[in-house]
């Protein structure tokens, strides 16, 4: 019974419970009637035979045998009499019929009794209880209990099979009874069976009984408190990660500062002084080549040393609208071949920022789309306000954002540009998430990525937002063309 659930085990029991019943009720029932019916059997037999006892005193006492078989050929005539015979006092016998019959026999004999008036016991010098009976024969009369054998079995085999109606009956009520009480402990089981796999979004349809929903509920709370601890316990290692990872970025950027800096500033000097002395000037190839690499090298020393020493933002009151388009004036001046379409407020929006960091920091991803359009195309910029935070929208016509890509692009040195550095979106997510801001990144419906930023009006409760996240949104065609030229020097990379 160990291995048995509790399903086979109610099943079982209403099975057993209501057929022992219905049997035993069934058996005593039957000896009741086989009781009532043979003692009423027996009983009309017995009348049956005083009746012909008390017709055959006459052919007793005259020795008239025709009559008394005429008696007891009527009797036989009765459907359960089998046998019929008459003596005399002596045993002699005077009248016998019988027929055959199945079932067993029994018998009753009734005593033919003569009957006489004062008169004639007088007459015959009887005594008076002489007078009043005397026994002058005997009616024995056999007869078959088949009938009442087979009412017997009749009976039994009825209740026999009521109790296996009942009893089946029962199964199928208690079957889905326990179908009720048993099927939420199954997926529960289930349910645990998975979080022990490491599911921790499975969860149990609270239903069935009050018991069984009030524990789905609590299963359901628990691992609720279980995945909020493992998601806090992943938030606290990958911070722990990140610090370690930017503390061994900040010693390195050390070492990079005084191994590599100082030389390649003399490396500079050298090359000024050999150009100078030899009339060298950047126009040839060598030369050029050199010089980029130079200032290649040195922007990328200074970009380690930024993202791994980040200055502590020195908030103030701006107005961010005006510092965007300020920003967006220098872009157009950098980059001639790349239009702008923007929707920018004329109201001012003032938060609390530090205007520095917040331009590089925007100046970054409006750089990345720049360079995802390979310095053409168009970009998309519109901002807006509401009472809790301001929204930046970006979007390039680029290829957009592979999808493997789309989850590493905040990440540091992640990048897949051959000589790009993978601080610049990095840096771009620190500064806002300094300033308790997010950004996310997507593909926009119509082609290129589109970039959203959100920074709170007000206060921010640094470390407190995400830095990043696949979904974003963007208001749509809000914006206007304009083609102005202008020049762009900050530091990015493309995805």
């Known amino acids: 019974m160990r291995s048995f659930g509790i399903h086979f085990r109610l099943l079982l029991a209403a099975f057993l419970l209501i057929s022992a019943t219905t049997l035993l009720m069934g058996y005593m029932g039957a000896g009741i009637i086989h009781d009532f019916v043979r003692t009423r059997f027996d009983e009309r037999i017995e009348f049956l035979a005083e009746y012909v006892a008390l017709n055959a005193e006459l052919g007793v006492l005259i020795d008239d045998r025709r009559m008394l078989?005429?008696?007891?050929?009527?009797?036989?005539?009765?459907k359960d009499v089998i046998r019929v015979s008459l003596m005399d006092k002596n045993g002699e016998m005077l009248a016998h019929v019988s027929r055959s019959a199945p079932g067993s026999i029994s018998a009753v004999e009734t005593p033919v009794v003569l009957k006489t008036s004062r008169e004639e016991s007088i007459a015959f010098g009887w005594a008076a209880s002489e007078a009043e009976q005397r026994v002058i024969g005997t009616v024995r009369v056999e007869y078959s209990t088949g009938e009442i054998d087979a009412?017997?079995?009749?009976?039994?085999?009825?209740?026999?099979?009521?109790?296996?109606?009942?009893?089946?009956?029962?199964?199928?009520?208690?079957?889905?009874?326990?179908?009720?009480?048993?099927?939420?402990?199954t997926r529960l089981v289930e349910a645990v069976r998975r979080v022990s796999l490491g599911d921790l979004d499975s969860r149990v349809r609270p239903e069935g009984p009050p018991e069984t929903r009030n524990l789905a509920l609590a299963f359901n709370n628990?691992?609720?408190?279980?995945?909020?601890?493992?998601?806090?316990?992943?938030?606290?290692?990958?911070?722990?990660?990140?610090?370690?990872?930017?503390?061994?970025?900040?010693?390195?950027?050390?070492?990079?500062?005084?191994?590599?800096?100082?030389?390649?500033?003399?490396?500079?000097?050298?090359?000024d002084i050999l150009k100078k002395d030899t009339?060298?000037?950047?126009?040839?190839?060598?030369?050029?080549?050199?010089?980029?690499?130079?200032l290649r090298l040195n922007r990328l020393i200074e970009e380690f040393l930024l993202f791994a020493r980040p200055a502590r933002p020195n908030r103030r009151e701006v107005d961010v609208h005006e510092l965007l388009m300020q920003h967006l004036d220098r872009v157009r001046s950098a980059n001639p071949e790349v239009g702008l379409d923007t929707q920018i407020p004329s109201s001012p929006c003032n938060i609390i920022a530090d205007p520095d960091l917040l331009t590089r920091a925007i100046g970054n991803v409006i750089k990345n789309g720049i360079e995802a359009a390979e310095g053409k195309g168009r970009l998309c910029i519109t901002a807006q306000q509401d009472r809790k935070e301001w929204s930046l929208w970006i979007r390039d016509d680029?290829?957009?954002?592979?999808?493997?890509?789309?989850?590493?692009?905040?990440?540091?040195?992640?990048?897949?540009?051959?000589?790009?550095?993978?601080?610049?979106?990095?840096?771009?997510?620190?500064?806002?998430?300094?300033?308790?801001?997010?950004?996310?990144?997507?593909?926009?419906?119509?082609?290129?990525?589109?970039?959203?930023?959100?920074?709170?009006?007000?206060?921010?409760?640094?470390?407190?937002?995400?830095?990043?996240?696949?979904?974003?949104?963007?208001?749509?065609?809000?914006?206007?063309?304009?083609?102005?030229?202008?020049?762009h020097a900050e530091n990015t990379d493309r995805r």
């Open 69 to 78: 078989e005429r008696l007891a050929e009527n009797l036989l005539s009765e």
């Open 151 to 185: 009412l017997l079995r009749t009976l039994r085999t009825r209740f026999f099979w009521l109790s296996v109606v009942l009893g089946t009956g029962a199964v199928v009520l208690f079957y889905f009874i326990s179908m009720s009480l048993v099927s939420p402990v």
């Open 398 to 487: 680029g290829p957009g954002i592979d999808g493997k890509d789309i989850e590493k692009i905040f990440e540091p040195f992640y990048t897949t540009r051959a000589k790009g550095t993978g601080l610049g979106l990095a840096f771009a997510a620190q500064v806002l998430h300094a300033h308790g801001g997010r950004i996310m990144a997507e593909n926009h419906d119509t082609g290129g990525a589109l970039f959203s930023i959100r920074i709170p009006i007000g206060f921010p409760e640094s470390g407190k937002r995400k830095v990043s996240d696949r979904a974003g949104h963007f208001p749509g065609k809000l914006f206007h063309s304009d083609n102005i030229d202008g020049e």
């Open 279 to 294: 009339g060298l000037t950047s126009e040839v190839t060598l030369v050029g080549y050199m010089e980029d690499e130079i």
């Open 222 to 271: 628990m691992l609720d408190s279980l995945r909020e601890s493992r998601d806090a316990l992943e938030d606290a290692h990958q911070e722990m990660i990140r610090q370690q990872t930017l503390a061994e970025l900040g010693k390195f950027s050390m070492m990079i500062a005084h191994e590599v800096k100082n030389p390649l500033s003399i490396i500079k000097s050298s090359l």
